[in-house]
C-alpha cells in the first residue's frame, strides 16, 4: 500500500512542462551475461482500442536490457493468459521459462488505468509478487518500468533502475561557430526524451539533484561558463555561480543544500562549495595547479577530485569542509579524471587515460581497479543509483553516444540519438 | 575625428618613413611597446598609405586597416599549442609580440581571448586547460605591454571545436587561443 501511495505521488510530479525535442534514443544491447533468467512476459489483456503504451512490451524490453534475464519473443509464447486460472504451469516448463508475468490493464476514466500484473514462478506455480498500480494515458511507460523494477527485485534481490532518468547534452553542429546545444532528460530506457534547456551556445556537465526534482548545469549563454540551477518541473532556473574565469562543474551534496563547483576567478582552477540557498561560497583548494571535477562520497563525508598538481591529472580525496587532499589513483597510469562514487560509497568510477581514454573502476576497499570499456574517447561515466550499471559517453559510428556497462563488464548497451552527437550522461536518483 | 588616432597615425608614418620595414625587436616592445615598435613584417607601404588616406578621411584608425592587413602578424588570430601544453610556440612569438604592441599603443582597445582544448580526456578538465592557453596568452601580452584590463579570457574547453575528426591533425587545430578585437 505504501508503495501505491508512492507510485501515485511520483505519478502526480510527473506532470513535466518540458516541451520533447529530439529523436528517441535507440538501444542495442551489445552484450549480456551468461546464464540470464529465462522470463517470459504476456501482452497484458485490454479490451479497448490500442493504447498508446505495449506495456508488456516495455517491461520485456527493461529486462532484456538489463543483460540479467532472457525474454521469450512474443510468437513463440505457448499460451496468452491473463488470469492465474488460465495459466497451465507445464506448457512453461516445457518451453524452458522460469518466470512468467501476466497481467491486465482496466480503463477508470478520464484517461485512467489500473494495472494489474502478477509475477508466477513456473516451478512452483506460486504467485511471487503481485500488484495493482494506478496510472494515466501519460504515464503508462513509466508504470511499465515500475513493474520491471519489482520484477527486477523479486528475482535478483537487487534495486531496479528502470524507473528513472538520465539527463544528457545533445549537440546539432552546422559549423564551427553554430552549433545548437539541448540539455534533455530521458527515461533510463531512452524514450521519452524532453528539451530542458535550448541554447546556441555549449551547455556543460549536468548534474542531479538528490531528489531528482533539479539539474545543476553550465551554460555559456552569457559568452563565460556560469552555474544555473534548474527546477525541471517548473522550468524555473537561478544563475548560481558566475563571474570572473572559469565557473563550472557543478556537483550536489547528498542534503541537496550545497554544490561543490570550479571556479578560477583567484588565477587558476579550484574546488569551492557553494551555499545554494545563501549563495556564500567556501573556498576549500588553494593549490596553484588545476583541482577541478568534484564529487562528494554519498555520505557526505568526503569529496574527490581531479587535480594535476603532482603533474598530470590525478584523483585526490579531501574533507568537504578542505584540507589536506590525499591522492587516490596510484599505478593507473598518468591521466585520472572525472571520478564519482558508487552509490554505496566503495568504488569510484573515472575516465582513465592511456593509449585511449576507458572508464575504470576503483575498489576504494581493496585498490583493485577494472577497465570496463575499451574504445578510445569514452568520458563522463555515471552511476546507476543501485549501482549496477554505468553510462558513459563514447564515439560512435555517427559521432558520441551513450554506453552502458555493468560494473563487472558483463553487459553492454549502446544508446544513440537519432541525430547529432549526445554525451555527458548523468543518471539520476531513485524517483522517490 | 578621434586625436589619439590620428596621432598614432602620424606616428606610424613617420617610423614607417625612419625605419623601413623592420622585424619587431622584442626587448623594445617589452620596456613598453609603441606604435614605432610594431613590425610590419612585409612592408606592404601601399597599404599602410591606404590606411592614411582613411584615417584622414573618415576617422577609422590606422590601426583599423592594420588589424586587417592580411600581411600583418596582427592577422593572425589564432594561436596553437602542442599536446597537454600551455607554452606558447616559438612560432606564435612574433604573433603575440604584434598584439602586445597593438595593445600597448591603443590602450583604448579590448579583445577576448579565447581557450580551447582538444576532445581528449574529460571535458572539464579540458574546460581548465583551455583557460590555462588563453592565461598564458594574456601573461605574455601583458609582459609586453598590454594592461589586463585590456584582455578578457574565456575557456571553451573542448565544447568548441573548429575541426570535427578524432586525428592528430585535427587535434592540433583545436588546441588553440582565440584572439578577438572588440
Given at each position: 500500500m505504501k508503495?501505491?501511495?508512492?507510485?501515485?505521488?511520483a505519478l502526480a510530479a510527473l506532470s513535466a512542462t518540458a516541451q520533447t525535442g529530439g529523436g528517441p534514443l535507440t538501444i542495442r544491447i551489445t552484450q549480456g551475461v551468461e546464464g540470464a533468467l529465462p522470463i517470459a512476459i504476456v501482452p497484458f489483456e485490454w479490451a479497448g482500442q490500442p493504447l498508446p503504451q505495449d506495456v508488456a512490451q516495455v517491461v520485456a524490453n527493461d529486462l532484456t536490457r538489463s543483460g540479467r534475464f532472457r525474454t521469450m519473443p512474443r510468437e513463440d509464447l505457448p499460451a496468452r493468459p491473463s488470469d492465474v486460472a488460465q495459466v497451465n504451469f507445464k506448457d512453461w516448463r516445457t518451453v524452458g521459462m522460469d518466470n512468467l508475468v501476466i497481467g491486465r490493464i482496466?480503463?477508470?476514466g478520464d484517461g485512467g488505468y489500473m494495472v494489474e500484473f502478477r509475477l508466477l514462478d513456473v516451478f512452483t506455480g506460486k504467485q511471487l509478487a503481485g500488484f495493482q498500480i494506478p496510472s494515466h494515458v501519460s504515464n503508462l511507460r513509466l508504470t511499465a518500468h515500475h513493474i520491471s523494477d519489482i520484477i527486477f527485485k523479486t528475482?535478483?534481490?537487487?534495486d531496479g533502475a528502470f524507473s528513472t532518468r538520465i539527463a544528457y547534452v545533445t549537440v546539432d553542429r552546422k559549423d564551427a561557430k553554430n552549433s545548437t546545444y539541448r540539455l534533455q532528460i530521458a527515461d533510463a530506457d531512452g524514450y521519452d526524451s524532453k528539451t530542458i534547456l535550448e541554447s546556441r551556445q555549449p551547455l556543460m556537465s549536468p548534474a542531479w539533484s538528490p531528489d531528482g526534482n533539479r539539474l545543476a548545469y553550465v551554460s555559456f549563454e552569457d559568452r563565460n561558463s556560469a552555474i544555473y540551477i534548474q527546477d525541471i518541473r517548473t522550468g524555473q532556473r537561478d544563475k548560481v555561480v558566475s563571474g570572473l574565469g572559469i565557473n563550472s562543474s557543478p556537483a550536489f551534496s547528498p542534503d541537496g543544500g550545497r554544490l561543490a563547483v570550479t571556479r578560477s576567478m583567484e588565477g587558476n582552477p579550484d574546488i569551492y562549495v557553494v551555499d545554494i540557498a545563501t549563495k556564500q561560497q567556501r573556498r576549500l583548494t588553494t593549490h596553484e595547479a588545476i583541482d577541478t571535477e568534484?564529487?562528494?562520497?554519498?555520505?557526505?563525508?568526503?569529496?574527490?577530485?581531479?587535480?594535476?598538481?603532482?603533474?598530470?591529472?590525478?584523483?585526490?580525496?579531501m574533507s568537504p569542509s578542505g584540507g589536506d587532499a590525499k591522492r587516490v589513483t596510484f599505478n593507473l597510469g598518468n591521466y585520472n579524471s572525472r571520478a564519482s562514487y558508487s552509490p554505496d560509497g566503495k568504488k569510484l568510477v573515472m575516465v582513465n587515460g592511456g593509449s585511449g581514454f576507458r572508464i575504470v573502476v576503483l575498489d576504494l576497499e581493496t585498490g583493485g581497479s577494472r577497465t570496463l570499456t575499451g574504445s578510445s574517447l569514452d568520458e563522463s561515466p555515471s552511476f546507476a543509483p543501485n549501482g549496477s550499471m554505468i553510462i558513459y559517453a563514447t564515439m560512435g559510428g555517427r559521432g558520441t553516444e551513450l554506453a552502458a556497462v555493468s560494473v563487472d563488464g558483463t553487459v553492454k548497451q549502446r544508446l544513440a540519438l537519432q541525430q547529432g552527437q549526445v554525451r555527458e550522461p548523468a543518471w539520476g536518483p531513485f524517483r522517490k | 575625428m578621434n586625436r589619439a588616432i590620428l596621432k598614432s597615425t602620424l606616428l606610424l608614418l613617420v617610423a614607417l618613413t625612419a625605419a623601413g620595414c623592420s622585424s619587431l625587436n622584442k626587448k623594445s616592445a617589452a620596456s613598453g611597446a609603441s606604435v614605432e615598435d610594431r613590425g610590419i613584417s612585409s612592408g606592404e607601404m601601399s597599404d599602410i598609405d591606404a590606411a592614411r588616406s582613411q584615417g584622414l578621411t573618415d576617422g577609422a584608425g590606422a590601426g583599423a586597416a592594420e588589424l586587417n592587413d592580411p600581411n600583418s602578424p596582427l592577422s593572425v588570430r589564432v594561436i596553437y599549442f602542442d599536446y597537454d601544453s600551455s607554452n606558447i610556440r616559438q612560432d606564435f612569438q612574433s604573433v603575440v609580440e604584434a598584439h602586445a604592441a597593438y595593445l600597448a599603443a591603443h590602450p583604448e582597445t579590448t579583445i577576448t581571448l579565447e581557450g580551447h582544448a582538444d576532445e581528449r580526456g574529460s571535458r572539464e578538465y579540458n574546460l581548465a586547460l583551455g583557460e590555462r592557453r588563453a592565461l598564458a596568452v594574456r601573461r605574455q601580452l601583458v609582459?609586453?605591454?598590454?594592461?589586463?584590463?585590456?584582455?578578457?579570457?574565456?575557456?571553451y574547453g573542448e565544447e568548441r571545436p573548429v575541426a570535427e575528426g578524432h586525428d592528430e591533425q585535427s587535434y592540433g587545430l583545436n588546441r588553440r587561443a582565440e584572439i578577438s578585437y572588440q
Amino acid at each position: 500500500m505504501k508503495f501505491l501511495i508512492s507510485l501515485i505521488l511520483a505519478l502526480a510530479a510527473l506532470s513535466a512542462t518540458a516541451q520533447t525535442g529530439g529523436g528517441p534514443l535507440t538501444i542495442r544491447i551489445t552484450q549480456g551475461v551468461e546464464g540470464a533468467l529465462p522470463i517470459a512476459i504476456v501482452p497484458f489483456e485490454w479490451a479497448g482500442q490500442p493504447l498508446p503504451q505495449d506495456v508488456a512490451q516495455v517491461v520485456a524490453n527493461d529486462l532484456t536490457r538489463s543483460g540479467r534475464f532472457r525474454t521469450m519473443p512474443r510468437e513463440d509464447l505457448p499460451a496468452r493468459p491473463s488470469d492465474v486460472a488460465q495459466v497451465n504451469f507445464k506448457d512453461w516448463r516445457t518451453v524452458g521459462m522460469d518466470n512468467l508475468v501476466i497481467g491486465r490493464i482496466t480503463a477508470t476514466g478520464d484517461g485512467g488505468y489500473m494495472v494489474e500484473f502478477r509475477l508466477l514462478d513456473v516451478f512452483t506455480g506460486k504467485q511471487l509478487a503481485g500488484f495493482q498500480i494506478p496510472s494515466h494515458v501519460s504515464n503508462l511507460r513509466l508504470t511499465a518500468h515500475h513493474i520491471s523494477d519489482i520484477i527486477f527485485k523479486t528475482l535478483l534481490n537487487m534495486d531496479g533502475a528502470f524507473s528513472t532518468r538520465i539527463a544528457y547534452v545533445t549537440v546539432d553542429r552546422k559549423d564551427a561557430k553554430n552549433s545548437t546545444y539541448r540539455l534533455q532528460i530521458a527515461d533510463a530506457d531512452g524514450y521519452d526524451s524532453k528539451t530542458i534547456l535550448e541554447s546556441r551556445q555549449p551547455l556543460m556537465s549536468p548534474a542531479w539533484s538528490p531528489d531528482g526534482n533539479r539539474l545543476a548545469y553550465v551554460s555559456f549563454e552569457d559568452r563565460n561558463s556560469a552555474i544555473y540551477i534548474q527546477d525541471i518541473r517548473t522550468g524555473q532556473r537561478d544563475k548560481v555561480v558566475s563571474g570572473l574565469g572559469i565557473n563550472s562543474s557543478p556537483a550536489f551534496s547528498p542534503d541537496g543544500g550545497r554544490l561543490a563547483v570550479t571556479r578560477s576567478m583567484e588565477g587558476n582552477p579550484d574546488i569551492y562549495v557553494v551555499d545554494i540557498a545563501t549563495k556564500q561560497q567556501r573556498r576549500l583548494t588553494t593549490h596553484e595547479a588545476i583541482d577541478t571535477e568534484a564529487s562528494w562520497a554519498p555520505d557526505g563525508s568526503a569529496i574527490v577530485f581531479t587535480s594535476d598538481r603532482g603533474g598530470g591529472p590525478q584523483i585526490y580525496r579531501m574533507s568537504p569542509s578542505g584540507g589536506d587532499a590525499k591522492r587516490v589513483t596510484f599505478n593507473l597510469g598518468n591521466y585520472n579524471s572525472r571520478a564519482s562514487y558508487s552509490p554505496d560509497g566503495k568504488k569510484l568510477v573515472m575516465v582513465n587515460g592511456g593509449s585511449g581514454f576507458r572508464i575504470v573502476v576503483l575498489d576504494l576497499e581493496t585498490g583493485g581497479s577494472r577497465t570496463l570499456t575499451g574504445s578510445s574517447l569514452d568520458e563522463s561515466p555515471s552511476f546507476a543509483p543501485n549501482g549496477s550499471m554505468i553510462i558513459y559517453a563514447t564515439m560512435g559510428g555517427r559521432g558520441t553516444e551513450l554506453a552502458a556497462v555493468s560494473v563487472d563488464g558483463t553487459v553492454k548497451q549502446r544508446l544513440a540519438l537519432q541525430q547529432g552527437q549526445v554525451r555527458e550522461p548523468a543518471w539520476g536518483p531513485f524517483r522517490k | 575625428m578621434n586625436r589619439a588616432i590620428l596621432k598614432s597615425t602620424l606616428l606610424l608614418l613617420v617610423a614607417l618613413t625612419a625605419a623601413g620595414c623592420s622585424s619587431l625587436n622584442k626587448k623594445s616592445a617589452a620596456s613598453g611597446a609603441s606604435v614605432e615598435d610594431r613590425g610590419i613584417s612585409s612592408g606592404e607601404m601601399s597599404d599602410i598609405d591606404a590606411a592614411r588616406s582613411q584615417g584622414l578621411t573618415d576617422g577609422a584608425g590606422a590601426g583599423a586597416a592594420e588589424l586587417n592587413d592580411p600581411n600583418s602578424p596582427l592577422s593572425v588570430r589564432v594561436i596553437y599549442f602542442d599536446y597537454d601544453s600551455s607554452n606558447i610556440r616559438q612560432d606564435f612569438q612574433s604573433v603575440v609580440e604584434a598584439h602586445a604592441a597593438y595593445l600597448a599603443a591603443h590602450p583604448e582597445t579590448t579583445i577576448t581571448l579565447e581557450g580551447h582544448a582538444d576532445e581528449r580526456g574529460s571535458r572539464e578538465y579540458n574546460l581548465a586547460l583551455g583557460e590555462r592557453r588563453a592565461l598564458a596568452v594574456r601573461r605574455q601580452l601583458v609582459l609586453l605591454g598590454a594592461t589586463a584590463g585590456q584582455i578578457r579570457t574565456v575557456s571553451y574547453g573542448e565544447e568548441r571545436p573548429v575541426a570535427e575528426g578524432h586525428d592528430e591533425q585535427s587535434y592540433g587545430l583545436n588546441r588553440r587561443a582565440e584572439i578577438s578585437y572588440q
